[in-house]
């Protein structure tokens, strides 16, 4: 597994793997209603640091992002999602 920066071509498959954990309210801060174009606001654009994980053959399998939750404390959230197999 290689665990490397969120590049702006990985969006996509990134999206791909949001979209039904965010649609069955699996546990992240975000409306599961929410739309591609605000869901990528959220994860990448608000984010300190985002990563993706890519399997053997190349395809992405799991991201996570970084951002303050309380800016006064300056502790950290990471929120990670990955593809869960059968």
């Known amino acids: 597994m290689q665990i490397r920066p969120f590049a702006a071509t990985d969006w996509p498959g990134v999206w791909a793997l949001l979209k039904p954990a965010l649609r069955a309210r699996e546990p992240f801060p975000h409306d599961p209603a929410i739309h591609e174009a605000e869901a990528r606001v959220a994860w990448v ?40 197999h059968a």
């Open 45 to 84: 654009e608000r984010s300190q640091a985002v990563m993706v994980a890519l399997d053997p053959a190349g395809a992405l399998v799991g991201t996570a992002y970084l951002k303050p939750t309380l800016l006064w404390r300056r502790e950290q959230a990471c929120w990670p999602i990955q593809q869960v």
